[in-house]
Nanobody, 119 residues
Framework: QVQLVESGGGLVQAGGSLRLSCAAS????????MGWFRQAPGKEREFVAR????????SYADSVKGRFTISRENALNTVYLQMNSLKPEDTAVYYC????????????WGQGTQVTVSS
């Protein structure tokens, strides 16, 4: 089991910045990658960004490229999402998730943190 605890959400004006954090605990040796997803009201959950735990390669959704940066601190088992130039359409609940090579699935999820961007 891997437990995930997110923090850092809140209310910000358009053009502002927020940084989300996600701390993992438990069987962290099983983590292949960590990522962020988001779900806006009435919409399906969508991929935002991911980072490989070994090597640190990253990928992003087109909608956030150039504005969001995902990073990790392996010693703390923590992943971050720095969000700059926020837009009202970034408003959503943001979820941290773990991808394990054993299951080839995003199979552990945090509780979610609300990000609201006002216009």
């Amino acid at each position: 089991q891997v437990q995930l605890v997110e923090s850092g959400g809140g209310l910000v004006q358009a053009g502002g910045s927020l940084r989300l954090s996600c701390a993992a605990s438990g069987r962290t040796f099983s983590i292949y990658a960590m990522g962020w997803f988001r779900q806006a009201p009435g919409k399906e959950r969508e991929f935002v960004a991911r980072i490989n735990w070994s090597g640190g390669s990253t990928s992003y959704a087109d909608s956030v490229k150039g504005r969001f940066t995902i990073s990790r601190e392996n010693a703390l088992n923590t992943v971050y999402l720095q969000m700059n130039s926020l837009k009202p359409e970034d408003t959503a609940v943001y979820y941290c998730a773990v991808y394990r090579s054993a299951t080839i699935l995003w199979d552990y999820w945090g509780q979610g943190t609300q990000v609201t961007v006002s216009s």
